[in-house]
């Protein structure tokens, strides 16, 4: 009896084996559909001119998701929204407008010495000013805030202590510039939002906190002496005229569907952005590496996974192929799904998130064969060793966790779109190559992709959705350690 059961275990070992070494064969075949002149090919329409940037809601990212759609089309995938390959959202223009401060007769125009950085219209003929000499919680707690405007030097990022005004019940906030430089600094972003606007998926509120930013030494022509001399409960008035302009756009996340075999509740979803930053000053901003890569990788991984089931060896697991939109205006297009998905995120075993993998940055320069890996240890340790696993055993690159580290000044976990997968507890894996000096320059071009790294990084996202998506099991969710404090 003994005998028989050590025997059947050796056979069920070598049926085990026998079937991974089937899986890797088969993995590796379909992994070979995956070319540097098919990423050549469809990296060099993304990134052209014609497609003038790809800019969110504008003609180029219309057009690039008109050439996505119909390759997920030709492929055989499925369009899964209500049979469409697009899911719709609209999204809000906001442009600050003409607007300006009237104090003691002299006229402070915006973009000019002051920014009106808030995205509500303001009418009043005039306003009460309160100067306070520290915006902090312990400063303004005897402040009476209500229906006034608080003064206060900015120390560094001010935007936070704008929520608390509000809360104090604030109508606004003059916000006086530490110094030049960072003035300077308001005005190009205030410009910048002047002609393009800024992008949200909310309706702009009517009614809300105005502020506006200036010089300091413009607080003399309000309170009569300089800043350095004002004192907390230092009054003035003037007037404030603001003027918002919204305009409604439609823009769109593209998806395609491949069905499971066995396990097709469950799901993987693989996204890139395929929008960029369009046209400024005349130069076509063409983001052939951002992020025109990761949208060339998932066109590839979704053909090789196609060409696989069509073979008979259709994943276990369904896979969505999801370019989403509006990343460069705050990850608008996946906040969108994560909030509105098409399938339940609880059925999301993982999302694998590629944003730029087609170039090399200075810290590789002589070790160019590696990628920038985050978030995959962050909520499923498994999906880390699995993605170690298919590294070891595939494509052999240096493995780089820099930018992973929490404390990392970057802060690129939060800043891209697997980040509305990960704050929902689905596990990710954020692909990166790092920036170089044409990151977000008219300069980032298709003739300055790597094409074999390109590939290579293509195969280990795809190598790693073949592992998670034909497993018998769903990735393990990592525990968290509940807090001691109350």
Not at 42 to 69: F, N, P, V
Not at 70 to 97: C, I, W
Not at 241 to 247: D, R
Not at 389 to 402: F, I, P, R, S, V
Request: overall charge negative.
């Amino acid at each position: 009896m003994k005998t028989f059961f050590s025997t059947l275990i050796m056979s069920l070992m070598a049926v085990s084996i026998l079937s991974a070494q089937v899986m890797e064969k088969q993995a590796r075949k379909f992994a070979k559909t995956i070319t540097d002149d098919d990423l050549t090919r469809h990296l060099s329409i993304l990134a052209s001119d014609s497609l003038e940037g790809r800019e969110t809601g504008k003609k180029g990212q219309k057009m690039a998701a008109e050439y996505i759609k119909n390759h997920f089309e030709s492929l055989g995938l499925k369009a899964p929204v209500d049979g469409s390959y697009f899911q719709k959202f609209n999204l809000y223009q906001t442009y600050r407008g003409n607007s300006e401060l009237v104090v003691d007769g002299k006229t402070i125009k915006n973009l000019d010495q002051m920014v009106y950085w808030a995205n509500v219209p303001f009418e009043k003929d005039e306003i009460e000013i309160v100067y306070v000499n520290k915006a902090t919680e312990e400063d303004l707690k005897d402040v009476n805030a209500k229906g006034k405007f608080l003064a206060f030097k900015a120390d560094g990022q001010f935007t936070p202590i704008l929520k608390t005004i509000e809360e104090m019940g604030a109508e606004g906030a003059l916000v006086f510039a530490e110094d030049s430089s960072r003035m300077n600094m308001v005005l190009r972003y205030g410009r910048y939002y002047a002609t393009h606007g800024s992008l949200s998926r909310n309706k702009p509120a009517k009614e809300g906190l105005a502020s506006v930013v200036l010089y300091k030494e413009l607080a003399e022509d309000f309170f009569g002496k300089p800043l350095a001399e004002l004192k907390t409960g230092d009054t003035a008035s003037a007037e404030l005229f603001a003027e918002i302009n919204t305009k409604i756009m439609e823009t769109e996340n593209v998806l395609g569907y491949l069905e499971g075999t066995e396990k097709k509740d469950e799901l993987i979803v693989i996204t890139a952005h395929y929008d960029h930053v369009g046209i400024q000053d005349g130069k076509v901003y063409n983001g052939a590496d951002d992020d025109g890569s990761g949208t060339t990788a998932v066109l590839e991984i979704a053909e090789a996974f196609v060409k696989a089931k069509e073979k008979g060896h259709g994943p276990k697991r369904s896979i969505l192929f999801m370019p989403v939109t509006g990343e460069e205006k705050g990850l608008l297009g996946s906040a969108h799904y994560a909030e509105n998905p098409v399938f339940p995120l609880e059925n999301t075993v993982a999302n694998l998130n590629i944003d730029m993998i087609g170039r090399v940055d200075s810290a590789h320069m002589d070790d160019r064969e590696f990628v920038y890996l985050i978030g995959s240890d962050r909520i499923s340790t498994e999906l880390h060793e699995i993605s170690e696993a298919m590294n070891e055993n595939y494509t052999k690159l240096e493995l780089d966790y820099t930018y992973n580290a929490e404390d990392h000044p970057d802060r690129i976990y939060y800043r891209s779109d697997h980040w509305n997968f990960a704050k929902n507890g689905v596990p990710i894996i954020f692909y990166f190559n790092g920036t170089h000096p044409d990151y977000h320059q008219h300069t980032d071009t298709v003739d300055k992709i790597e094409f074999d790294l390109l590939k290579k990084r293509t195969d280990l996202v795809f190598y790693t959705a073949w592992e998670i998506a034909n497993r018998e099991d769903r990735l393990i969710i990592d525990e968290v350690e509940e807090s001691d404090e109350d």
